[in-house]
């Protein structure tokens, strides 16, 4: 996997707070708001996180950031509320210059997402939200048996959450990703440790538990790519279909998982992360749209912004992680929908519909 270089800054939040961000690579904008469990730095050599970093920093330049009490963002004592993390949001984006650009939540940045969406209108060109949710565990009418789980769980963060031994938070760690490989376990077990403190770890998740933004769900006026996992452990399914329900006119896009962070090595990691650039592209008019060539799947769209470049099948090969035999067979399936014979001829009829513009993923 290639490497990222990123920029890190720091901007103020409405309360004084310092929160750091972050931008890797270049073209049309995406925002990531922050959910739970960053750090700019750890992150870029993360197993788990790196991979998302690669593909959400593809052809476009990121900017994501450390929520407050996390990662490189100021650690004081400090208020813990929707208001709280939007201000943080909004404080980045003005520090960041950027006019308009497509946001993206990924489980608590779910709820963060939506609220700005609604109230910043004419700032959001589109969104995606994966594994996410609009209304907290104690907004769902938890059985007693839920309020008393979640209640054990955060005694157990406070206990053992800062031990070296990271026995307390592999029960953490199994919610998130129960279908990781030992390595990447531990990533995420190290990363838990060092992202935030014990005490501040407990009031954010109390915190998360309190959001409902149901009511600006229903206002927000941006098209919407909403994706959730089959058995996600920690946010049920259910919740990311009740969000999709919630925005008028979003999409809803199941996956086949077990975890509520996508992993690499897992089939809907690539099907999700096909489905987001397809999203994406469609609705940034920088980016070839998805009136060219309407026929081909976005894992063959991405083919082609390759072969548009005069990269060959081994080099493709490369940059798909594919083998170099099925990448001859889908440059043929190509060929076909495009009506062509030859390289050639695929490459000029790509180039006048616009691909081959954007500079490649290094």
Not at 176 to 202: D, K, V, Y
Not at 228 to 242: L, N, Q
Not at 301 to 317: K, P, S
């Amino acid at each position: 996997m290639s490497s990222l270089s990123q920029t890190i800054r720091f901007c103020t939040s409405r309360d004084a707070l310092r929160i750091a961000y972050a931008t890797t690579g270049k073209g049309p904008v995406l925002i990531r708001a922050a959910h739970f469990l960053t750090h700019l730095e750890v992150d870029l050599h993360s197993p788990v996180w790196q991979p998302w970093l690669q593909e959400l920093s593809r052809d476009r330049l990121l900017l994501r950031y450390d929520g407050r009490g996390c990662g490189l963002s100021d650690r004081a004592p400090l208020a813990l509320s929707l208001e709280a993390w939007l201000a943080d949001l909004e404080a980045v984006v003005d520090a960041s210059g950027f006019k308009r650009f497509a946001l993206f939540g990924c489980s608590q940045g779910c709820a963060v997402s939506i609220a700005y969406a609604a109230r910043h209108p004419d700032r959001v060109s589109c969104m995606v939200i994966i594994g996410g949710y609009a209304r907290g565990l104690m907004r769902r009418n938890p059985t007693p048996e839920q309020v008393r789980e979640a209640r054990l769980l955060l005694d157990l963060i406070e206990v053992g959450w800062g031990r070296d031994n990271p026995a307390f938070r592999q029960l953490f760690t199994s919610l998130f990703i129960p279908e990781g490989t030992p390595e990447q376990m531990r990533w995420f077990n190290e990363l838990e440790r060092l992202t935030t403190s014990p005490e501040h770890a407990a009031r954010t998740i109390a915190a998360f538990g309190q959001l409902d933004v149901s009511d600006l769900a229903a206002q927000v006026a941006c098209p919407t790519l909403v994706l959730h996992a089959r058995g996600d452990a920690r946010v049920p399914f259910e919740e990311g279909r009740r969000v999709a329900a919630l925005i008028p006119g979003a999409r809803f896009v199941p996956l086949d998982s077990r975890n509520h962070v996508l992993l690499a090595h897992e089939p809907a990691f690539r099907d999700g992360f096909d489905e987001i650039h397809a999203f994406l592209s469609a609705h940034d008019p920088s980016l070839p749209g998805p009136n060219a060539f309407p026929g081909l799947t976005p894992r063959e769209r991405e083919l082609l912004e390759l072969l548009a470049h005069g990269l060959d099948n081994l080099q493709i090969a490369a940059h798909l992680n594919v083998s170099e035999k099925t990448v001859r067979n889908k440059v043929s399936a190509v060929f076909d929908k495009l009506e062509v014979g030859t390289r050639a001829q695929a490459i000029v009829h790509a180039r006048e519909a616009g691909f081959g513009t954007k500079p490649l993923p290094r």
